[in-house]
């Protein structure tokens, strides 16, 4: 059975790459009729935050796509020792009593490569258990085969087969001196025990595979497959990164800009991989059945972010075509909530809302639009655009507006139907064209000069109101 997993560390907000490194593991799960597992890597105390945690949930619960299984590996540390002193017993580990230095994990002297104290790798088991007993601290460190020449070598299911001579690769630490495991000890204990068929991350942890290879031979285990996924890097080529670009690269900056989940979602898995068939606005569901490692590229994928502008132009657009998209009963939850955010609440009773919503939807981008450039269909308080004042100022526009919210007032009856009627029965009884009116009754109503159908528009703002802004105009 597939079982994949995904596994942030808490050390900063939901970054862009982890959220699309989530989805893939999350459709490639789905696809398979697999279960997908969500592993907090949070033994790294010094840099762990409570805010970051909260982040990610934060962020993961937005995409609202879930999981079936949740861990934390602090709550599994135990585990990570027992496999560390496994390895020390049967051979494939040693201690190293270096002083100071070597508790800390991959760490290398500045005046070149190191790959291991040979002094340590030599001692005897008897005189490593004699020092240890005595209370003197050690770094447990895996001993890579040094003897006779060896390629550890892994078939990735993106960049195809992996290979690394053993001679480069140092002798990592598994356990620090103070008891806490490394990320790769942890890491591999946690996908033995959890039995992780799949392991899907960025390309930057394929150094790092070479070194889980190792510990998943030493502990006698099958190594997962591997896939490696193209890094998502900025304009000038650079790799994304918290410290350098911002809020660009958080999950939670396309949230608070408006965006659909589904929209969001559908941006990041076409940074880096293409159902080949040349589709680019997909549902979850197609998504899922679109899905597989042959579409994913190799090269690494550019969002196009400036200064000024932290949102991709293609993220906007495809958000577009899914808010103009989804099913009306889906959305209108999203954009009340967005209403409240902003103070306002729609009128009406609820299929009321939903035909404002679906009406107004098709000339917006994101849910933001709905408060701002939507805002006349839900507060009377809104900005008159110079155009449409222009349409207002037409001569005897006002006072034609507000002889048709005496008739409107007046007519029982309030459709669309009936109310282009009234209109062009007054235009041509003023004598004018029936454009003069569609146009000032739109400025009058949405304080804009285009927008949904002028008949459309009468019915979103209600008669009560309609009466009402024809008779301040």
């Known amino acids: 059975m597939v079982r994949a997993r995904f596994a942030p560390s808490p050390t900063g907000y939901l970054h862009i790459g982890s959220a699309r490194t989530f989805i893939f593991n999350w459709l490639y799960v789905r696809r398979q009729k697999g279960t997908?597992?969500?592993?907090?890597?949070?033994?790294?105390?010094?840099?762990?935050?409570?805010?970051?945690?909260?982040?990610?949930?934060?962020?993961?619960?937005?995409?609202?796509?879930?999981?079936?299984?949740?861990?934390?590996?602090?709550?599994r540390l135990d585990l990570h020792r027992q496999l560390a002193y496994r390895l020390l017993e049967e051979g494939h580990a040693y201690r190293d009593f270096t002083p100071a230095q070597a508790e800390l994990e991959d760490r290398k002297p500045s005046d070149g490569p190191w790959l291991c104290h040979p002094e340590m790798r030599a001692l005897s088991r008897e005189e490593s258990s004699r020092?240890?007993?005595?209370?003197?601290?050690?770094?447990?460190?895996?001993r890579v085969p040094r003897d006779t020449p060896r390629e550890v070598k892994f078939q990735d299911l993106v960049?195809?087969?992996?290979?690394?001579?053993?001679?480069?690769?140092?002798?990592?630490?598994?356990?620090?001196?103070?008891?806490?495991p490394t990320y790769h000890l942890a890491s591999c204990a946690d996908d033995i025990d959890l039995k992780i068929s799949h392991i899907i991350r960025g390309q930057d942890h394929i150094s790092n595979t070479y070194k889980h290879v190792?510990?998943?031979?030493?502990?006698?285990t099958p190594a997962p497959q591997f896939a490696h996924l193209p890094l998502l890097v900025a304009p000038d080529g650079a790799k994304l990164s918290k410290r350098k670009h911002g809020p660009v690269v958080s999950v939670t900056t396309y949230r608070d800009n408006g965006f659909l989940a589904i929209g969001?979602?559908?941006?990041l898995c076409l940074l880096g991989w293409s159902p080949k068939d040349n589709r680019e606005q997909m549902t979850i569901e197609e998504l899922t059945a679109a899905f597989s490692f042959e579409g994913v590229n190799r090269s690494n994928a550019v969002i196009n972010f400036s200064e000024e502008d932290p949102i991709d132009p293609k993220a906007l657009w495809l958000n577009s075509q899914h808010l103009r998209t989804i099913a009306v009963e889906t959305l209108t939850p999203q954009v009340r909530a967005t209403l409240?955010?902003?103070?306002?609440?729609?009128?009406?009773?609820e299929e009321h809302f939903a035909h404002v919503v679906e009406v107004t939807r098709a000339r917006f981008t994101t849910l933001l639009d709905f408060p701002t450039k939507g805002r006349a269909?839900?507060?009377?308080?809104?900005?008159?655009?110079?155009?449409?004042?222009?349409?207002?100022?037409?001569p005897g526009a006002r006072e034609m507006l507000r002889e048709l919210a005496g008739r409107i007032a007046a007519n029982l009856e309030f459709t669309e139907a009936s109310v282009e009627a009234e209109l062009r029965k007054l235009a041509v009884e003023k004598g004018v064209k029936a454009g003069v009116l569609i146009n000032a009754s739109r400025a009058a109503l949405t304080g804009q000069s285009v927008g949904p159908s002028a008949f459309a528009v009468f019915l979103c703002v209600g008669r009560e109101r309609v009466i009402a802004r024809f008779g301040k105009a």
């Open 36 to 75: 997908m597992v969500l592993r907090i890597d949070d033994t790294d105390v010094e840099r762990n935050t409570e805010a970051s945690l909260n982040s990610i949930y934060e962020g993961l619960e937005w995409l609202n796509l879930g999981w079936d299984e949740f861990y934390r590996q602090s709550d």
């Open 131 to 142: 020092r240890a007993q005595a209370g003197e601290p050690f770094v447990i460190r895996y």
């Open 159 to 180: 960049y195809g087969a992996q290979t690394k001579s053993a001679a480069d690769i140092e002798d990592f630490a598994l356990l620090r001196s103070n008891g806490m």
């Open 214 to 220: 190792l510990i998943f031979e030493g502990a006698g």
């Open 264 to 267: 969001y979602i559908n941006f």
């Open 340 to 349: 409240a955010k902003f103070g306002l609440t729609p009128y009406g009773d």
């Open 377 to 394: 269909y839900f507060a009377d308080d809104f900005e008159m655009e110079p155009k449409a004042l222009e349409k207002l100022e037409a």
